[in-house]
């Protein structure tokens, strides 16, 4: 069974610059979940989605950052402009039950 | 404010030996506790998890133990081997979230 897909793994980019990465979660989970791991810190959720609808995103700078899930299948995050302080690993989940949540790689992001 | 903490960001233990990692959260409401290993440049990957109902759950050479009055779990490795060798997140599920700890990474020392 394939898991959690994310995309780029990398992303090295200048301030107030625009990013966006996608991830593709585990066949038939229909609970995805995007999380931001800072430096020393464990995740913390930015948004969660029950297929397409995103049922809890009060974490989510929605100043900057925006969030898609079309189809209920593959989502994507963008963060617009990149702000220093966003530099963190991203990271994507994707659970078939309500605890046992399954990650990807992540995607490290580096604003200079 | 940190619900769920993991107060020892580091520990050492000889292989063959017993690593024990510990985990407190302060909101009783939380129902479902599971540990997640980390290895660099990998998502974390789940480990073993504890109903707020029991107070042991045992996977192989994983034990985790929950005291629910003191608020307080463990995750118990025996023996401890070098693959062990990652960090070790702590979480909490309540209120349809899960809640990490800060982690605690671990050395297998040969």
């Given at each position: 069974e394939a898991g959690v897909v994310q995309s780029p793994r990398y992303k090295i980019i200048e301030k107030k610059q625009p990013v966006a990465f996608w991830c593709n979660p585990i066949s038939g989970h229909n609970t995805l979940y995007w999380y931001r791991q800072n430096l020393g810190q464990g995740p913390e959720l930015l948004i969660r989605y029950e297929n397409e609808e995103a049922?809890?995103?009060?974490?989510?700078?929605?100043d900057r950052f925006s969030a898609e899930r079309l189809k209920g299948v593959d989502s994507t995050l963008k963060i617009q402009?990149?702000?220093?302080?966003?530099?963190a690993v991203y990271l994507c989940a994707s659970s078939?039950?309500?605890?046992e949540q399954y990650f990807g790689p992540g995607t490290r992001l580096t604003v200079t | 404010d940190q619900q769920v903490k993991q107060n020892s960001p580091s520990l050492s233990v000889q292989e063959g030996r017993i690593s024990i990692l510990n985990c407190d959260y302060?909101?009783?409401?939380?129902?479902y506790f599971l540990w997640y290993k980390k290895y660099p440049a990998e998502g974390p990957t789940f480990l073993i998890s504890i109903s707020s109902i029991k107070d042991k759950n045992e996977d192989g050479r994983f034990t985790v133990f929950l005291n629910k009055s003191a608020k307080h779990l463990s995750l118990h490795i025996v023996?401890?081997?070098?693959?062990?060798s990652a960090v070790y997140f702590c979480a909490a599920f309540g209120n349809e979230k899960l809640t990490f700890g800060t982690g605690t990474r671990l050395t297998i020392i040969p």
């Open positions: 049922v809890d995103d009060s974490q989510l700078p929605k402009p990149a702000e220093l302080g966003d530099s078939g039950g309500p605890w | 302060t909101n009783s409401m939380f129902d023996p401890s081997q070098p693959g062990d």
